[in-house]
């Protein structure tokens, strides 16, 4: 079945260094893929997404690019700042009529001034 | 828009007693959806709606959980009797209206459980 495998964190990086979350997935067909971020205390909100092939999606700095030929979709951002520590779901959608979310295990992120 | 909503943002109970979670959905969207978050088990989906149908309520652990959606604006998710094990962040999500393209699920604040 659909599933996505999400980098273990957590992760904790000095502020504006180079942020990378792995994400891979697993699916039949072309899913789109999310990334979610879930600030402290908050619900999940949508970072960005991608719905083919070697389409980059990009919010906030963040960037990701969805690659069929590795089925990946790395989580990236050049210089992090104090205000992205948070929680970073990678998704997919399944490729049923339903459209539903297959979310990774997620990985919290953390910025040190 | 004011963006999903969930009532209560916590709640406290004891075993057995029945807890009831509220959640209204963004206007127009048509699909909505109940997941459940722990340390443990991460994001799980526990019943999605659509068009007010229950469409797939493979997720939901027990016969004491259960879900209604008597309309378009609003949607419980009670839990009768309630265990410690209940224990997490319930979260409510909706959707656009299917055919618009749009896939992105809309996630509410959350309700913090706790059974003791």
């Known amino acids: 079945g659909d599933s996505v495998t999400q980098m273990e964190g957590p992760v904790t990086l000095s502020e504006e260094a180079f942020l990378t979350i792995n994400c891979t997935y697993t699916?039949?067909?072309?899913?789109?893929l999310f990334w979610y971020v879930q600030y402290p205390g908050e619900g999940l909100q949508l970072l960005l997404k991608?719905?083919?092939?070697?389409d980059k999606g990009s919010n906030k700095g963040f960037e990701a690019t969805y690659r069929k030929e590795t089925t990946s979709f790395h989580l990236e951002k050049g210089s992090v700042q104090v205000s992205d520590s948070a929680v970073y779901f990678c998704?997919?959608?399944?490729?049923?009529?339903?459209?539903?979310?297959?979310f990774g295990t997620g990985t919290r992120l953390t910025v040190i001034p | 828009d004011a963006g999903v909503i969930q009532s209560p943002r916590h709640e406290v109970t004891e075993m057995g007693q029945e807890v009831t979670l509220r959640c209204k959905p963004i206007?127009?969207?048509?699909?909505l959806f109940w997941y459940r978050q722990t340390m443990m088990r991460g994001l799980e989906l526990l019943i999605y709606?659509?068009?007010?149908?229950?469409?797939?309520d493979s997720g939901m652990p027990e016969d004491r959980f259960s879900a209604k959606m008597p309309n378009a604006s609003f949607s419980t998710l009670k839990i009768q009797p309630s265990e410690p094990r209940d224990s997490a962040v319930y979260f409510c999500?909706?959707?656009?209206?299917?055919?618009?393209?749009?896939?992105?699920?809309?996630f509410g604040p959350g309700t913090r459980l706790t059974v003791t």
């Open positions: 999500a909706s959707r656009p209206t299917s055919g618009t393209g749009l896939i992105e699920q809309y």
């Open positions: 699916a039949t067909g072309y899913p789109s």
């Open positions: 991608a719905t083919k092939a070697d």
């Open positions: 998704a997919l959608s399944d490729q049923t009529g339903a459209n539903n979310l297959f």
């Open positions: 206007s127009g969207h048509n699909s």
């Open positions: 709606f659509n068009n007010n149908v229950p469409i797939d």
